[in-house]
Structures are given as C-alpha cells and as structure tokens.
C-alpha cells in the first residue's frame, strides 16, 4: 500500500489513499516534472501524509454540480467537519488566486515563526508599485511584531506585510515562495504554484479551488488564524524607523465581516480571505459553521465583480441550510 500511495502520488493523476480517503488530482499538467514528483513522494512521504486527515474531503477530477445561480469561473463547497463535498464547479481549474496567496503565507508564519518576533521592515516593500495593490501603510524600517503583520496581512490584506514577512523568514521573496511550493506539495496541493507571497499577478502564480481548500483547511487548524480571519478590525502598534510609536487601525475587507452582507439563516461566517485583481478577478475562501457548529471550506474564483462575488458566495454557504 505505501509504494502504491507513492506511485500514485508521483503521477499526479490517480488517487492518493489516506485511512480509506482519496483525492483525485487535477488532469491538468502539473508544474513539476515526473522525476521530481517521484523524488519528493520517495523522500517525504511522512512529512505529504501529516498534511491530511481521515475525513478529508474527496473530489474527483470530472464532478459536476448544476446551479445557474453560481457564475464564476470556479466555486466549491466542503463539509469539512463530514468529510463530504457539497458542491463543486471547475475545482481543479489552475487560475490565479490574488490574495487568497495570504492563506499561505500566514500558514507557514503559525507553523514556522514566533509571532512576539520583531521585524525591520525591509527595503523590499518599496518595490510593490502594482496599481490598486492593498497596502497596510508600514515603511522600511519600521519595527512591527509577527503578530501585528499577520493582522496586516490578513485584514486590509497588505502586500507589504506579505514582502516583510517573506524577506524576514527566508531574505528574499524568492526564497520564501520556494518555502510555499514545497509546504504546497506537502498538502497535495499538485495544481499550484507560487511565486511571490501576497499574490500581485504574475503568469505562472496560480492555484486552484481544491488546492485552496487544503491549504486553508491547514491553516485553519490554528486557533490564532481563527481569531485573526474572524476580527472586524485591528489596531495595530508599532515603532517607526526613528522609534516613535505607531498606531494603525486595519479593517477586514470581508463583507460578511463588516456587514456589508448577510449570511443565510442558519449559518455563521467565521471569517476568510478576499483576493482582487484584474487576471484574478473577485475571490473569497471562507469558513462558516451550522447550527450544530460543523464546519464548512467555501471558495469562489474569479467572479466579475465584487457584488457578484457575494452573491455568488451567499448562493454557496447557503447548500449548508437547503
């Protein structure tokens, strides 16, 4: 059974078995070549498997659930707590994920860093110019906790928290989205791939609605994630570069969370994350509960507009109560 999973695995393109779960990949072509594919399986097989559980939800490549009144491009709905899906529409399609990126980028902040840490802000801040990029407002040299900058980077959805986090952990942006590609691999996470930690477009950044489901569905294991995607707003203290304290006060651009829109009866929004950009178009990952408190992984890609978004997701989480 092992060096079937292995096997398996390294093909990308049957099922991965876990305690009687499986998964079908994407038949799309995967980013990494077979050799290195069946070199990882080989190697880190322990490290793949603790990324799952038994009661993961099981997708296969060709499902297909009718509703008109969902139009994005992708959506997916996962009864986590059940282990079923609910519904899905282009789960496996590679697109880009724009912000929704940040799931990642906090997951390997909770799994790798000390959040009572103090960052410098580094240079490379400076360098996001991509116009409409969402900024939490810090500067090169100021001195921002871990904690702070996760709060920046998953309320207002900071690009220059992201960069200070990156730069921090690994000294470059580079070095820390090779970092995400091999945490992504460990989850399964075959159809995607990342090449900067906040999401502004690039062509070869994208991922896909089942993949966004295993890495939010791993960060949202922490408690302090929880909390965090959960929080209206933030006020945030600091040091500037001259040491002078700072205070910001970072908002959630989640509707559901400043309640620009409503949750179906029945259902409670714990929180999610939001991703806009012109290739991405509007997306939102989301976790909510039922009434009897099981949990729920919603996604949407690429609605076209904000509203639409909404609307699409509302239509979504409301399969939880219908």
């Not at 099922?15 to 799309?28: I, K, M, R």
């Not at 097989?45 to 559980?53: I, R, T, Y």
């Not at 802000?121 to 702070?148: F, H, L």
């Not at 995607?192 to 896909?208: I, K, Q």
């Amino acid at each position: 059974m092992r060096n079937t999973r292995q096997l398996l695995f390294a093909l990308g393109a049957a099922a991965v078995f876990f305690g009687g779960c499986s998964v079908f990949p994407t038949s799309l072509e995967q980013e990494y070549q077979f050799q290195e594919r069946a070199s990882f399986a080989a190697e880190a097989e322990d490290a793949f498997a603790s990324g799952f559980a038994k009661d993961l939800c099981v997708l296969a490549a060709d499902a297909s659930f009718a509703d008109a009144s969902i139009d994005s491009e992708a959506a997916a709905l996962f009864a986590d707590s059940k282990g079923e899906v609910l519904y899905a529409k282009n789960a496996f399609e590679r697109l880009y994920p724009a912000s929704i990126t940040k799931v990642m980028t906090a997951l390997l902040v909770f799994e790798n860093a000390n959040l009572d840490d103090m960052v410098t802000v580094p240079e490379e801040v400076n360098a996001i110019t991509e116009a409409g990029a969402t900024m939490c407002g810090i500067k090169a040299g100021d001195v921002i906790s871990m904690r702070e900058l996760l709060y920046g980077l998953l309320l207002p959805s900071g690009n220059d928290a992201a960069a200070a986090i990156a730069v921090h952990m690994d000294g470059s942006v580079e070095a820390f989205a090779e970092r995400m590609n091999r945490r992504a691999r460990e989850l399964g996470a075959t159809g995607t791939h990342f090449e900067n930690p906040h999401g502004l477009h690039t062509e070869n950044h994208y991922t896909t609605a089942y993949d966004l489901y295993l890495i939010f569905r791993e960060a949202y294991r922490h408690s302090e994630f929880q909390e965090m995607i959960h929080t209206s707003s933030h006020t945030a203290l600091y040091q500037d570069a001259q040491g002078d304290v700072m205070t910001a006060t970072w908002k959630n651009s989640n509707w559901f969370l400043t309640g620009q829109k409503e949750a179906p009866s029945g259902v409670a929004v714990v929180g999610g994350k939001t991703g806009t950009t012109k290739a991405a178009g509007y997306c939102l990952i989301l976790a909510s509960k039922d009434e009897e408190n099981q949990d729920y992984i919603s996604v949407v890609l690429k609605a076209q507009s904000r509203a639409s978004l909404y609307e699409n997701m509302y239509h979504l989480v409301e399969k939880i109560v219908n």
